[in-house]
């Protein structure tokens, strides 16, 4: 065959197979401690929303003009925000164990049973998931072990604080979860805040302040 046929199959060879789509199904969920070939690609496009957002310290905190990241605790004390705190510290910095939080602001204060508890700091690269309404996590153990492979199937949303605010319907709540630790970055969520709401009882209130004076935490009411 001729030098001038060779060329042009080698020439359709290229514009056929060069330019095949890649397929959206071919990424799938990355874990932060399994990461995928696609990793970098799926952070571009989800992960990356969460990084230097403009998150209030609470020790700045204005009634009105706020928005955190929380964990709210059901039957809250001061002995359970020190548990939960306890939990956080002890895990490894590449742990893969999640913690479930909220993302409120002073238009969507709601949390799990409007119940106080935590403010974090979670690192970007950390958030595996996030969405507009409860994750439903529970779905992913089987036998209270958290099932990566089944999650990676089911492929939960991963939307933008602001998208999750915006999709927020009051009374109800928005979910994220994140690993406490990250293999590659040594990242760790902090704990960096603890919060009440008016309706609190006084007591259970005044044990709350106490834990975050013990723990040289601010402590924020919630009353938008």
């Known amino acids: 065959m001729s030098k001038y046929f060779w060329n ?24 932060l401690n399994k990461p995928t070939k696609c990793s970098i690609l799926f952070e571009s496009q989800h992960r990356q929303l969460w990084r230097d957002f403009n998150w209030t310290n609470p020790a700045n ?11 709210a605790i059901r039957g809250m004390s001061g002995r359970a925000v020190e548990e939960v705190i306890e939990f956080i510290e002890k895990s490894a910095a590449d742990s893969d164990k999640l913690l479930s939080f909220s993302v409120i602001d002073d238009e969507h204060p709601d ?24 994750l439903g996590l529970g779905r992913f153990e089987r036998s209270r ?27 109800y709540w928005n979910e994220a979860a994140a690993t406490i630790g990250n293999t590659r970055s040594r990242e760790k969520i902090e704990i960096i805040g603890i919060f009440t709401y008016p309706h609190v009882n006084q007591r ?17 009411i919630i009353d938008p």
């Open 8 to 31: 042009i199959l080698f020439q359709i060879f290229v514009a056929y197979f060069v330019t095949l789509p890649v397929s959206s199904t071919s990424c799938a969920l990355p874990t």
């Open 61 to 71: 905190h204005q009634k009105g003009h706020f928005i955190y990241q929380v964990h």
């Open 111 to 134: 949390t799990m049973a409007a119940s106080p508890g935590i403010i974090l700091k979670v690192p970007y690269k950390n958030i595996i998931a996030a969405d507009s309404e409860d």
């Open 204 to 220: 259970k209130s005044n044990l709350l302040q106490k834990a975050a004076e013990d723990l040289s935490l601010p402590f924020v």
């Open 145 to 171: 072990i958290f099932d990566w492979d089944l999650f990676k199937k089911d492929k939960p949303p991963l939307l933008s604080p602001q998208e999750m605010l915006k999709r927020t319907q009051s009374p």
